[in-house]
């Protein structure tokens, strides 16, 4: 296939394919590649550095940071995969009827993103995740309240130019419904760039859940995640480097990856 010759030659993609396949791949393995359990306390083992026995060392509590980096990775990219499916089809279809039909339709999607863009996002999802509780529904419900309106900006976009083009004209000559133009000729030729602009707030999400659970409105404990990792290590940064900074670097890479994976994407699309 045309895609797969492409994605082949594309440097990018191939690596941010790889990297985030290791994530992936160590997340639902945890069980099986664990060699603690996660919440298990050692108080005769507390803040050993790496070694033989715990790999990536002890924390404050004696727990092996290694199967707790593990079982944060499933935490997070499941909280983070379910977050951006209602934000994605909800933007997705709202941008392509907006810019398809246009009118009064599109006014109203567009004051409504508007609305919802004039607030900074940190307050406003730190405000939802206060009124429907810390945990895995806040971070989802605030993702989904905000997240919607750049896949529909991106596609209204998309959409826009589309609108008036040949190909168009001739489905809407040929008696097509629009139902069958929206969803079998337009979408089609929207999604790579709304895939593009996934992975880039794929990354926006993951920040969003290590954020909460920095702040303490993330997955409660005893169950582990890397904003939780984070904030319990950072009094320790100087002193015993390794709780922090490993789930920082994990963080971090898991962010390089998707944006790769983006920018991978738009170089085999083509999607500027």
Not at 36 to 62: K, M, V
């Amino acid at each position: 296939m045309r895609f797969l010759r492409r994605a082949r030659r594309t440097p990018t993609l191939l690596v941010g394919v790889g990297m985030l396949t290791i994530v992936v791949l160590a997340a639902i393995l945890a069980p099986v590649l664990a060699t603690h359990d996660p919440a298990q306390q050692d108080l005769a083992a507390i803040l050993q550095p790496p070694g033989a026995e715990h790999w990536l060392g002890t924390d404050q509590l004696g727990r092996d940071v290694y199967s707790r980096m593990l079982f944060a990775a499933r935490v997070d990219l499941s909280i983070a995969g379910i977050a951006v499916i209602a934000p994605f089809v909800v933007g997705v279809t709202l941008g392509l009827i907006a810019g398809s039909v246009g009118g009064w339709i599109d006014w109203i999607v567009m004051r409504l993103t508007d609305t919802v863009v004039a607030f900074p996002f940190t307050v406003i999802a730190i405000s939802i995740a206060f009124a429907v509780g810390a945990g895995a529904t806040g971070i989802i419900v605030a993702v989904a309240y905000i997240g919607w309106v750049v896949f529909a900006r991106v596609v209204r976009g998309s959409a826009l130019r589309m609108r008036e083009s040949g190909w168009l004209a001739a489905a809407r000559g040929l008696g097509y419904s629009r139902a069958r133009i929206l969803f079998r000729h337009l979408l089609p030729n929207v999604m790579p760039q709304a895939i593009v602009v996934l992975m880039t707030e794929l990354v926006v999400i993951m920040v969003a859940v290590v954020t909460f659970g920095y702040l303490g409105l993330g997955v409660p404990p005893p169950t582990p995640d890397w904003g939780t990792m984070i904030a319990e290590g950072q009094s320790f940064a100087t002193t015993k480097w390794w709780i922090p900074v490993i789930p920082g670097l994990a963080v971090v890479s898991t962010g390089i990856s998707l944006s790769l994976i983006g920018d991978g994407l738009s170089d085999v699309w083509k999607v500027r």
